[in-house]
């Protein structure tokens, strides 16, 4: 039988080569998403393609295991109410979110545990550590260069709390991770010329300041729940390891807190991406009415949709649907849906995960609502 002296030194062991493994992995991604986004801009490949997206390796990966554990299924459709759901198509796309919300997480809080660690508090204290407009502005050009869907944006929101971004540049983060998004301006570029995409822009970089500013009244303050889980961490005997050590173990713990609701979110998706054409439906059904914004919010929020993916769709409806109506589809299933609203429970409190919400909500009717005035009026 193995005694105990000899389990605590295989323990030691796997604990000392974990955050090795750990941080490996970290550079591998980050390495994979700088190469592919230098290739792209050597190769004369398309704007979208130039921006680097971190989570890119990780997200082709989990699609290859989603489709290669689920290849032997067969065919099934099952009506709903809301459309059909693909039973075959809903495993694979769970799976693939399994594989991506937990390593997103982890690696994320990894990170900044490792740069407050490593790098000195002072330099996130002059970054993203502000919690006054420098920081918000910190905390909304991070989001800009780091476009995400909403199931993904609050996975690295945890993150970026745990590693000493203040409330107004994580919630400034927040929202214009995935509001702006290289798609949309991309979108609007197209359809209406630079001024629309730069109209786009701003409402975004303002609105994502004013959600930095509205915090206190949104509720927006992870750190009640992260740091209460790290508190008791940091204060145990693993000051004294190295910062590999450290950095991983209250990786470990935030991560141990929050697996399960990563897990549902993940499962969540993997319905509701089933239902993205219903959108798209309806939107051919409404046309040119005033309150199309408003309808294409409210259906368009739970859902869970890239904007990489309904951008195509909605150059293709941008002739009998106006384009604040396609904006405003577009937003809603970026900025907000049911799988964030999980991890924003979690993290928030249900009340408070209820306002962030609404805020959304009321920012997309809105913008949805300016640009057909200009545009279609």
């Not at 290739?39 to 989603?66: C, H, R, S, Y």
């Not at 992870?222 to 008791?232: C, L, S, Y």
């Amino acid at each position: 039988m193995i005694n105990r002296s000899t389990l605590i030194a295989v323990r030691g062991s796997f604990e000392r080569i974990m955050p090795v493994i750990s941080l490996a992995a970290l550079a591998l991604i980050v390495g994979m998403a700088l190469f592919q986004s230098v290739n792209a801009w050597l190769t004369g490949d398309e704007v979208k393609n130039i921006v680097p997206v971190f989570e890119a390796p990780i997200a082709q990966a989990g699609k290859a295991l989603g489709k290669a554990l689920t290849d032997w299924m067969p065919a099934w459709i099952v009506p709903t109410p809301f459309g059909p759901l693909d039973v075959k198509y809903t495993a694979s796309y769970t799976i693939y979110e399994w594989f991506k919300l937990p390593i997103i997480l982890f690696l994320t809080t990894y990170g900044m545990a490792l740069l407050r660690l490593r790098i000195s508090t002072g330099w996130i204290e002059r970054t993203i550590g502000r919690n006054d407009m420098l920081g918000a502005v910190g905390g909304t050009l991070m989001g800009m260069v780091t476009p995400v869907c909403s199931c993904t944006v609050t996975n690295l929101y945890a993150g970026l709390v745990a590693g000493g971004a203040s409330q107004r540049a994580s919630s400034a983060f927040l929202f214009a991770s995935p509001a702006l998004n290289e798609f949309a301006i991309i979108f609007m570029f197209v359809i209406v010329g630079p001024t629309g995409a730069l109209l786009y822009v701003l409402a975004g970089f303002v609105a994502s300041i004013a959600t930095a500013y509205f915090a206190p009244l949104l509720g927006l303050d992870p750190a009640r729940f992260v740091h209460r889980h790290m508190t008791g961490h940091t204060s145990c005997e693993c000051v004294r390891e190295s910062i590999l050590i450290r950095a991983h173990h209250e990786a470990w713990v935030l991560f141990k807190r929050l697996f399960y609701v990563v897990l549902f979110s993940g499962l969540l998706a993997g319905i509701l991406v089933n239902f993205n054409l219903t959108l798209v439906e309806y939107l051919k059904q409404a046309g040119a009415v005033w309150w199309g914004p408003i309808a294409a919010t409210l259906l368009g929020l739970p859902l869970d949709i890239n904007a990489a993916s309904t951008g195509p769709i909605l150059v293709a409806l941008h002739q009998i649907v106006p384009i604040g109506t396609l904006i405003a589809a577009m937003m809603a299933t970026t900025v907000s849906s049911i799988p964030e609203w999980a991890m924003l429970d979690r993290l928030l409190g249900r009340i408070n995960a209820i306002r962030v919400v609404l805020w959304y909500a009321a920012y997309v009717i809105l913008l949805g609502l300016l640009l057909n005035w200009i545009f279609v009026s």
